[in-house]
């Protein structure tokens, strides 16, 4: 009676907010423009283009050498991943054979930068959710990968890791003792990432049920990675289109079918383990040989064009270059950055759903700003 | 009735409280005795970072055991930097056969530290040395050439030089 009394009172009408640009939970600087009955969402419209730099202008303005450093800067928490991408997709164009020892030092690399961004995620999603405690021990094992990237490399986050035609230098002596200790410290966090979450009652209504996406949406939205795993469809383009070592290595494709932001916290956690099982076979399996194949100092391209993709931990990240002859830098250069398409899934996962929850759904995602605008 | 148990009795928490329990018993334990080798953080300012031998920071001109430049302006380095940061004039110096840089510009303010200069280097003449502590006042602090008033090619910067640990000694 009270309640429809109320109703004569007050006048109910819907209402518009912005979660972000600045809103922490966004990871970034997404704009998500919300419609609201109350705490119901009514219409979703993500906003992007906040940390918009022009990267695939800037790429055909630089040699095929020189457009490396742009992609460690798309998406800043796996750089070693799209290095990977655009080694491969300009060895591509050009049919240049890499060494297999390279091959397997860049595989080690990629999965060890999967673990991270993982990890990463792992972290923001739960401190988004309301665990601060797993934050902190992500953090920690995070750093051992940073530091193998350090030692390998010189830069813990824009790594600029491999050279067109191979690595620049051989992995240094030190590293395959840290890779080694790291394994062994991670095999022990992982149990204590999954203590302190998997049967957590608040995690558990936080996350079961949570921002469902059905496989049939998911394959029509174009959606990749965990979270097209997560709903049961065992697309991994490490298996379907393999590419560096990935085809002698022995892995599983982590599927759920529940579809919900539960099923892709497990997917996620399964993937590093996989990943974790791949940088032990590199280990143990890493041949020798040169890690540079001959290649000449400037690279001219004919008339072509080539698309090559390979799986990051968000999804499949494609590189798409057009040359023209002659060329010393790439005609045209396209990213199909996971994130973004990604993203499309937002509205169709919080429409009809609680406020809180467009948060979960944010961070299940595993956005990365800086890969969206590019 | 299981899941009515499992809501009952908090497994679950107890699992959780426990590994967080562990750890703030081997804090508690550990935390003021120098056994480096359990910390997971570093005291920074305090204690100097250890950095690994490849670590790309700013970059630097070398000099050989004559105290010459070994820079012979090839111009390599100019060419292949991603973001055009660096300026070498070509000139002659008595005594020297070889090209001489008479000016050598580097703007680390637009710098990527990629190390593309020091791989495309023939001669060995340019490092990109541990430094990491960069900042300056001034924006024209940040365009460093051969000689500067604040810092210059050859030299560590000044907040590198600085010691947090030595002032604590004082």
């Not at chain 1, 750089?79 to 595989?107: M, S």
């Amino acid at each position: 009676m009270f309640v429809f009394l109320e109703f004569l009172v007050f006048k109910t009408e819907e209402m518009e907010i912005n979660l972000g640009p600045q809103h922490p939970s966004t990871h970034g600087v997404l704009r998500v423009k919300l419609r609201l009955d109350g705490e119901t969402v009514v219409q979703c419209t993500p906003i992007i283009g906040y940390l918009h730099r022009g990267v695939e202008k800037i790429c055909e303005n630089k040699t095929w050498f020189q457009g490396q450093v742009w992609t460690d800067r798309m998406d800043y928490v796996a750089a070693v991943t799209n290095n990977l991408g655009w080694a491969e997709g300009v060895e591509k164009l050009f049919g240049i054979q890499v060494p297999r020892r390279a091959h397997y030092v860049r595989t080690l690399l990629a999965e060890l930068n999967r673990i991270a961004s993982h990890q990463l995620w792992l972290a923001t999603h739960a401190l988004d959710i309301g665990a601060m405690t797993v934050f902190l021990y992500c953090f920690r094992d995070r750093e051992a990968i940073l530091d193998i990237f350090e030692a390998f490399c010189g830069a813990r986050l824009t790594t600029t890791a491999f050279r067109i035609g191979g690595l620049r230098e051989d992995v240094p002596p030190g590293m395959d003792r840290m890779v080694r200790n790291f394994l062994k410290a991670f095999s022990t966090g992982i149990e204590e990432y999954e203590t302190l979450l998997s049967e957590n009652r608040i995690w558990k209504k936080r996350t079961v049920g949570v921002a469902k996406l059905q496989a049939k949406d998911a394959v029509a939205l174009g959606i990749t990675g965990p979270v097209l795993r997560a709903a049961g469809v065992p697309y991994d383009v490490r298996k379907a289109f393999p590419s560096a070592a990935y085809a002698e290595m022995d892995f599983q494709i982590a599927t759920r079918p529940e579809a919900d932001t539960y099923a892709r916290y497990l997917v996620r956690l399964e993937e590093m383990r996989q990943s974790a099982r791949i940088v032990q076979q590199c280990l143990d399996g890493l041949p020798e040989g040169p890690v540079m194949a001959k290649i000449p100092k400037i690279l001219k391209s004919e008339v072509c064009e080539v698309y090559h993709s390979i799986e990051a931990p968000k999804g499949e990240l494609g590189y798409y270059f057009v040359g023209e002859k002659g060329g010393a830098n790439p005609y045209r250069m396209h990213v199909r950055a996971p994130s973004f398409v990604n993203l499309q899934a937002l509205p169709k996962m919080t429409e009809g759903n609680l406020l809180a929850d467009v948060i979960a759904a944010i961070g299940t995602l595993d956005v990365v700003l800086g890969e969206i605008d590019r | 009735m299981a899941s009515f148990l499992r809501t009952l009795i908090p497994l679950d928490i107890y699992g959780g409280m426990k590994l967080t329990g562990k750890y703030f018993g081997k804090v508690l334990r550990e935390a003021n005795r120098a056994r480096i080798r359990t910390h997971v953080v570093c005291e920074y300012p305090e204690v100097p970072v250890k950095l690994q031998p490849r670590f790309r920071g700013r970059l630097t001109l070398l000099k050989d055991e004559q105290g010459e430049i070994k820079c012979i302006c090839c111009l390599a380095c100019e060419k292949i930097c991603p973001t055009q940061v660096i300026t070498i004039e070509k000139g002659k110096k008595e005594g020297r056969k070889l090209p001489y840089p008479v000016r050598y510009d580097f703007e680390m303010e637009r710098c990527i530290f990629c190390e593309f200069c020091v791989e495309s280097c023939g001669f060995d003449s340019i490092i990109l040395n541990h430094q990491f502590e960069l900042a300056a006042y001034n924006r024209e602090d940040f365009s460093i050439g051969m000689e500067g008033r604040f810092q210059n090619m050859f030299e560590l910067s000044p907040v590198a030089r600085y010691s947090v640990a030595e002032e604590a000694q004082r």
